[in-house]
T-cell receptor, first 113, second 112 residues
Framework: SQQGEEDPQALSIQEGENATMNCSYK?????LQWYRQNSGRGLVHLIL?????REKHSGRLRVTLDTSKKSSSLLITASRAADTASYFC?????????????FGKGTLLTVNP | DAGITQSPRHKVTETGTPVTLRCHQT?????MYWYRQDPGHGLRLIHY???????DKGEVSDGYSVSRSKTEDFLLTLESATSSQTSVYFC???????????FGDGTRLSIL
């Protein structure tokens, strides 16, 4: 079963605009991770946010986590055509589950030049 | 680069034939995972390993088996491939506590 569910399923924006993707999950987590996948390639890790953290930044990426609402958001600022990809959230329940990740179905982001 | 190599990268085979996919890591990490990715489903865990000869089932393990006889190699076997197993298969490793997984480039498997 899918733990994380991304919203929206697809997002199309113009270069320079901000893109926001949301992720909701159902059970307790140890951390939540965001990944990016370019067409035909493997997943690349973007940001990991621990359950006791509320916000994390990396370059043009900002991730928030609200454990009370079981939700997270990924914000990409000043988007570029090269940001076009699928973005996935994944939840990690920790050592008790052997650090298995449960992925959502992803958001397909298209950034138009 | 987390040093993960998947082989083969592409394979076309017929229904009923056995297929083995290989995942090789160069960094001696304990945890390794096999996923399949299908349109509309995201990534789903097939099997995983938490050490040599220590493996367990994931969400979609039916029709698949795995083996890990040494730290660096994790093999995924389809004993008798079916068309429903046509997919892209990804291997991943986990590098440590509160660390992300690192993925290989995938194997595109088509079963006719």
């Amino acid at each position: 079963s899918q733990q994380g569910e991304e919203d929206p399923q697809a997002l199309s924006i113009q270069e320079g605009e901000n893109a926001t993707m949301n992720c909701s999950y159902k059970t307790s987590i140890n951390n939540l991770q965001w990944y990016r996948q370019n067409s035909g390639r493997g997943l690349v890790h973007l940001i990991l946010i621990r359950s006791n953290e509320r916000e994390k930044h990396s370059g043009r990426l900002r991730v928030t986590l609200d454990t009370s609402k079981k939700s997270s958001s990924l914000l990409i600022t000043a988007s570029r055509a090269a940001d076009t990809a699928s973005y996935f959230c994944a939840t990690d329940a920790g050592g008790g589950s052997n650090y298995k990740l449960t992925f959502g179905k992803g958001t397909l982001l298209t950034v138009n030049p | 680069d987390a040093g993960i190599t998947q082989s083969p990268r592409h394979k076309v085979t017929e229904t009923g034939t056995p297929v083995t996919l290989r995942c090789h890591q160069t960094e001696n990490h304990r945890y390794m995972y096999w996923y399949r990715q299908d349109p509309g489903h995201g990534l789903r865990l097939i099997h995983y390993s938490y050490g040599v000869k220590d493996t367990d089932k994931g969400e979609v393990s039916d029709g698949y088996s795995v083996s890990r006889s040494k730290t660096e190699d994790f093999l995924l076997t389809l004993e008798s491939a079916t068309s429903s197993q046509t997919s892209v298969y990804f291997c991943a490793i986990r590098t440590g506590g509160n660390q992300p997984q690192h993925f290989g480039d995938g194997t595109r498997l088509s079963i006719l």
